[in-house]
Structure formats: C-alpha cells, structure tokens
C-alpha cells in the first residue's frame, strides 16, 4: 500500500467535517447507528480476560456517549482518558466521564502529545473510515497505547450505502459517499502501524426509513459525502424535489415498502506488542529505550 490516503475522500473536506462540532437538532449528540455499534461492540468485551489498568475512550461524541456509562460499569474505578479534537465535545465527554459531583471519577483529558500517559485499552468507535490519513490515526492509536495495551474499534466496510450507490449510479449521479475499505485491508495497515494479531470480523445490518426526509437525516447524523467528485456546491429545491422522488426506489416490499439502505460495520482489536530491537553495526537508542529494555530483561 503505497499511499496511505484512501483513493476516494477528500482531505480538506475530511478535515473539515472532523473539525466542527457533531450536532443533532441543535445539541452536540451520538448518531443513534454509532451507539447501536458502540453497544454491540462493549458486549465483545465479554470475550477480552485482561482487564486493563487505564482506559481512553477516542472521539466519545461522535462514537456514541451511552456507551460510556456501560464501559464504567465494566471496569469500575479504573481511570479513563479522553480525547476529542472538538473542544466543545471534549466539554460534553469530560463532564460525562467524571460524573455527577457527589460520586466523580478518575478522568483526564488525554493531550495529543507523546507526554500522555499510555493506557492499556484504546476504544474507538466509527472513527476510522472518516479519517483521510488512517495509518497516521492507527500510529495516533498505537503511540497511547502501553506494551501489550489492546486496541478495540469499528467503522464502516465497503457494502455501507450499496442500494443508495446503485441508485446514483443509475442517475448518472456522482457518488453519494466516498468508498469504504475493506476489513482485510485495515488488518495489514494496523501491522504496518505497528500492531500484532489483529482480529477482524463484519456483519451488515439493514435499517429501515417510513420517508426519505426521515432517510436523508439519518445520513447527515451519521457524516458527510467525502467524496472527491461529490456534486460541487449547492443545488436547489427542484433538484431536492426529485432527490426525494428517486429515494422511493429504495422501497422494499419485503419491509411494508420502507425504504431500506444497508450498512456494513466493521469490527477490530488488536495489541500494542514490545518494540522488537533490530540488531544492525550501528543501534542508537534513547536513554529511556535503553532503561526499559534492560529492566525487561532483569523481569
């Protein structure tokens, strides 16, 4: 993989989205797609022995906040950290994880610095396939996380929106979103970032609309069209009009003629495994590189 962009989003577009804050109906909040994902992922949980020391929870308003509640409870007193580019998310998520004054927990804000404490499990939530740069996210990932720290995240696959893209197509219409990468791809990138033994799996789901007013929200909640060659600009209310006629394809008589779109959700863990020392003429090691590796070797 030589470039680590994915071919069809586009940077400006991506950084922007990330950027501002994740609104609905006016209030910053969790798309309900990203908090159904979060759920069945705490539940995966179950299958994880270790129980981490520490914990940060990436991108808590976008990924979906009920979920936190549910990871407090599955490791009570245990630390978390956050991280959230948005101040005004990061305003939302911090108060969320300390709690109410008569019960507050141990919490910080993790900086996005090297100076951070590490954790032992990273969770990350609809995050990855809106990244324009996913390998430097996973380097971001992998640098917070301690030696043996486990890495739990999700995102959408490529079957994400397949009825909504053929109908498009059909139209002659550009993309309706930017394309979604493969599971197997992002099992290489985590061990290009410096991961072991990533565990990939799927499953679709399909979720049903009575409108396409009802339809079209959903999307916005859940982010934008990153696509390079998305439509240009605004268009106007016939061309709204008849976007809303053509949604009406997406009726499935199987459903009572609710219009149906698909999602495709991808889930990985991995670990942060010890840095393994290439033996070559010449080694430069930090003090601090040297001062681990030999305490390793007296443990």
């Not at 159904?36 to 976008?62: C, F, K, N």
């Amino acid at each position: 993989m030589n470039d680590s962009r994915p071919p069809t989003i586009d940077p400006v577009a991506a950084r922007r989205w990330l950027q501002g804050p994740h609104t609905i109906d006016g209030r910053l909040a969790s798309a309900w797609l990203h908090e159904e994902v979060a759920r069945r992922m705490e539940e995966r949980l179950g299958w994880i022995v270790r129980q981490p020391r520490s914990w940060l929870h990436w991108e808590p308003v976008r990924g979906g906040l009920s979920v936190h509640e549910a990871l407090v409870r599955r490791y009570p007193g245990v630390p978390v950290a956050l991280h959230a580019a948005v101040p005004e998310e990061a305003d939302v998520a911090w108060r969320l994880a300390r709690g109410p004054w008569w019960r507050r927990r141990k919490a910080w804000l993790q900086p996005s610095s090297s100076s951070a404490a590490p954790v032992d499990l990273l969770w990350a939530n609809m995050s990855l396939h809106q990244a324009a740069d996913p390998l430097a996210l996973m380097r971001a990932w992998h640098e917070a996380l301690a030696v043996d720290g486990l890495l739990m995240f999700s995102c959408f696959g490529p079957d994400t929106l397949r009825e909504l893209r053929t109908l498009y197509a059909a139209l002659g219409w550009p993309p309706p979103a930017h394309e979604y990468t493969d599971m197997h791809d992002w099992g290489d990138m985590l061990v290009a970032s410096g991961f072991a033994e990533p565990v990939m799996d799927m499953e679709r789901v399909e979720l049903t609309f009575d409108s396409p007013e009802r339809l079209l929200r959903e999307l916005r909640e859940l982010g934008r069209n990153l696509h390079p060659a998305r439509f240009p600009g605004l268009r106007g209310k016939d061309w709204r009009k008849r976007l809303l006629t053509e949604l009406g394809r997406l009726a499935d008589p199987a459903q009572e003629g609710r219009l149906k779109l698909t999602f495709e959700i991808i889930y990985g863990h991995a670990l942060r495994p010890e840095r393994r020392l290439s033996v070559t003429p010449e080694m430069r090691l930090s003090v601090d590189e040297l001062r681990t590796q030999l305490q390793r070797h007296r443990d």
